[in-house]
């Protein structure tokens, strides 16, 4: 085997056993008690997350699901990176459900290389509002229907991930245009 992808293979493996080692040292977080998956399907504004390598300032920021026959969640994330001129990036992670009893907890597979948990921690009755965590508690999202929230609405949502023993000091704010203002994303 050429020596990069073994090195990517040993990347990954030290990975998954670093994820499940620390989400292992205490109780898992407490799930959405169930998810109607065609309710949870559609476009969900990014209102705040956690920053990764590969979207460190988004803006106007959307994931947008959609179920397919044999069950998978395609996904589409979109965003304008570093402003709201700022170049589009997109990614489209495939979803699986992995907890078919709550449809709370999936698999997102990125880059056809390995499977990353993804728990719907909470959605509200109305599916307007969603907060999406990782077991280990250093990945977070806060996601809504609509781009623009009340604030006492948000700081509830980030209630639930302190509830949930989620450290809120990575947590950044994602700017969000009004519908109106918004530019279109690429077609």
């Not at 293979?9 to 989400?23: K, N, Q």
């Not at 990125?110 to 280990?136: E, K, M, R, S």
């Not at 700081?155 to 989620?166: N, T």
Request: charged content about 25%.
């Amino acid at each position: 085997m050429p020596v990069l992808p073994l090195l990517m293979v040993a990347g990954v493996a030290a990975l998954a056993t670093a994820c499940s080692s620390t989400a292992s040292e205490r109780p898992a977080p407490e799930l959405a008690d169930h998810v109607d998956l065609p309710r949870f399907m559609g476009r969900w504004y990014v209102l705040a997350h956690t920053p990764t390598r590969l979207d460190q300032e988004p803006y106007n920021a959307t994931e947008t699901y959609t179920l397919e026959a044999d069950g998978d969640i395609e996904t589409a994330y979109e965003f304008f990176d570093g402003s709201f001129d700022g170049d589009y990036a997109d990614f489209y992670p495939t979803g699986h459900v992995y907890n078919a009893e709550t449809n709370a907890e999936w698999r997102m597979t990125f880059f056809w290389v390995f499977a990353q948990p993804y728990l719907i921690l909470y959605v509200d009755p109305n599916y307007q509002y969603t907060v999406i965590g990782h077991p280990n508690r250093e990945m977070m999202w806060i996601m809504a229907r609509q781009p623009q929230i009340p604030d006492a609405q948000y700081e509830a949502l980030e209630q639930v991930l302190r509830d949930r023993d989620y450290d809120l000091e990575k947590l950044r704010r994602v700017p969000q245009q009004p519908d109106g203002d918004r530019r279109p994303f690429p077609e």
